[in-house]
């Protein structure tokens, strides 16, 4: 099957190649997705994941790419040009994919990440909510006075190597409920080496933290606008008996490789992170309110309606590790960009692959491959 039938006249979605991915990306930028390119969309196609692009009357005016961890497939790039809004196209993409993942790949949990401006969409299409979690970025270099961590002796940080996959991917699955594997040996091959740290108690492994950088820079053509250089912070877990404390140690031997980099490269960078965050719902609503009224949509925004079904996810036990994170981020100087909703549809099996935020740090985007 190379292709899924919409019925909309003029209308096809087909399975994503090598031409396609200029169009995507120009899609991406004017919508503020600065930190993909070429380079990283092509692995897509490589990797064979169901990854489709949405045509109208021969023009590309959409994406929706998919990865299939097995015993889970998380959805994402869903990208609607504004021509092509209105037709219902968004929703008719997600089910068709579902639908051919179910049939062809016998997946049976779906998930996502929605802004709270979507949940609705998604929600039409059988998708409940899960957790929050925050999407943040900083300018790089990163301007910080390096705090004493004050970790046990028997604690040290060093930089991963090859043969340290194998156990960060236990680590990763602990938590995240998929074997991420082969994601981690991508990641780690693309990243910068320099900057790949892993934290060991008397020589056992238990937290890692990762970051890479896309390729490309507006001198080669490839983002429109935006920043020259975007990095990626993520995945990063460490185990919870280790904390913030863990988590600070890390991320701070990785920004100096980080800051060191971009000065030798010169030009602009930013940095990005998606990471779990105890839902409060009076931020949230100033968050969805501020969004809202950026996009001129404020006017028609029912937040009571929007999160309905939340109660759940308000009312849940409240993380310390969580906010820790919080609050360390920002005394950093990252900020926030919005709030994330990860959803999920499944009419089996979803519990089992929720994943556990308290051991997650960084999620990379939790249906990123790199």
């Excluded at 979507?118 to 390096?146: D, N, R």
């Excluded at 043969?163 to 990243?191: C, G, H, M, V, W």
């Excluded at 028609?300 to 820790?324: C, P, R, W, Y």
């Excluded at 900020?335 to 549809?345: G, N, R």
Aim: hydrophobic share 40%.
């Amino acid at each position: 099957m190379t292709g899924i039938l919409l019925d909309v006249p003029g209308v096809e979605l087909v399975k994503l190649q090598e031409a396609h991915i200029e169009g995507i990306i120009k899609l991406m930028n004017r919508e503020g997705w600065y930190y993909y390119d070429q380079h990283e969309l092509k692995r897509y196609i490589s990797l064979n994941q169901d990854c489709f692009t949405l045509f109208r009357h021969g023009e590309i005016v959409g994406s929706i790419f998919t990865t299939n961890y097995g015993n889970q497939a998380w959805i994402g790039n869903i990208v609607i040009a504004k021509q092509a809004r209105g037709l219902g196209l968004a929703n008719k993409m997600i089910i068709g994919v579902i639908d051919y993942l179910r049939e062809y790949r016998h997946v049976r949990t779906f998930r996502l990440g929605s802004v709270p401006l979507a949940i609705g969409l998604y929600k039409k299409v059988g998708f409940h909510a899960e957790a929050f979690t925050t999407s943040q970025q900083v300018e790089l270099p990163l301007q910080l006075e390096f705090e004493a961590v004050n970790l046990e002796e028997k604690l040290q940080v060093e930089r991963v190597k090859e043969e340290d996959l194998e156990t960060i991917a236990a680590i990763d699955e602990q938590f995240f409920k998929s074997n991420r594997l082969q994601f981690l040996k991508n990641i780690y091959r693309d990243s910068i080496k320099q900057s790949c740290f892993c934290l060991k108690d008397q020589g056992k492994l238990v937290g890692f933290l990762m970051i890479r950088r896309r390729k490309a820079s507006k001198e080669e053509g490839h983002f429109s606008e935006g920043p020259d250089y975007a990095y990626r912070l993520g995945p990063s877990t460490v185990l919870p008996k280790y904390g913030i404390s863990g988590f600070k140690a890390l991320f701070q031997q990785a920004i100096r490789a980080v800051n060191d980099e971009v000065r030798e490269l010169g030009g602009s960078a930013r940095m990005y992170a998606v990471f779990p965050k105890s839902a409060n719902r009076e931020s949230i609503y100033k968050d969805t309110r501020a969004l809202a009224e950026a996009m001129g949509m404020e006017t028609s925004l029912n937040l009571n309606s929007v999160f309905d079904e939340h109660d759940h996810i308000f009312g849940a036990h409240t993380s310390i590790k969580n906010e820790q994170q919080w609050r360390y981020m920002k005394s950093l100087g990252f900020h926030q960009e919005y709030f994330e909703q990860v959803m999920s549809c499944s009419p089996e099996g979803a519990e089992e692959t929720r994943a556990e935020p308290e051991g997650i740090f960084a999620f990379a985007t939790p249906g990123d491959k790199a």
